[in-house]
């Protein structure tokens, strides 16, 4: 995850009112017209969905990500549209622009380049618990704080996982004569906290690979 907010940067009334407008636009969106909806498709893939900053650039030029007709609209329309007119109600943004967009939402509003309204790209269910908050960006700020716990938590099961892989390939190495110091390797090559690895080897009973010594210049 990204680092979150710059102490020293305040959230202004003009930015939350930024907010609030891209939220409602890109919740009408995911809302869409009917169940089929291809913005939520596309949402399922978390590389599809957009920041915060991304839309406020996009609403911000007079744009929109919708432009059909609600649920209701459309069922009491006289001539059924075609899946090419549904399909031309969205506005999915690209992701090539997506850097441009963040960056001049950055610049115009004075957010910070790591703030969470420009790094942390929103899922459906987060859109819909953010405008259904009194302070979108404080429930923001609750769901970028736990997907950044989450992701701690990931990355701390996968080194457990890789320091319990190396043990184990490396006790079996040992046990056929093998050395023990290939796996050790291998582990430091793929992220493993030396320093941790080594406590888990002595802890089974194998020896730890000397340190490196530095290149001589």
Not at 18 to 35: K, P, Q, Y
Not at 67 to 75: F, H, K, M, Y
Not at 86 to 112: N, V
Not at 168 to 194: M, V
């Amino acid at each position: 995850m990204t680092s979150n907010n710059t102490p020293a940067f305040q959230i202004s009334d003009e930015i939350r009112a930024a907010v609030r407008e891209a939220l409602a636009n890109l919740n009408t969106a995911l809302e869409g017209h009917t169940n089929n909806n291809p913005m939520v498709n596309a949402y399922r893939l978390p590389a599809a969905r957009a920041t915060l900053a991304e839309v406020m650039a996009i609403v911000g030029d007079g744009g929109t990500l919708y432009d059909g007709p609600s649920p209701t609209e459309l069922a009491g329309m006289s001539t059924k549209p075609s899946e090419a007119d549904r399909l031309a109600w969205y506005r999915m943004p690209d992701r090539a622009g997506a850097a441009a967009r963040i960056a001049a939402t950055c610049e115009k509003f004075g957010i910070p380049a790591d703030h969470m309204i420009a790094t942390h790209p929103l899922s459906q269910a987060e859109v819909k618990a953010m405008v259904g908050s009194a302070d979108p960006l404080a429930k923001l700020a609750e769901i970028h704080a736990e997907a950044a716990k989450r992701e701690a938590e990931r990355i701390k099961a996968e080194k457990t996982a890789r320091i319990k892989q190396a043990v184990n390939a490396a006790k079996a190495l040992a046990d056929f004569g093998g050395d023990p110091a290939l796996p050790f390797a291998k582990a430091i090559t793929e992220g493993a906290d030396r320093a941790e690895l080594a406590e888990a080897f002595k802890n089974a009973g194998l020896p730890v690979p000397p340190e490196p010594k530095p290149a001589k210049k």
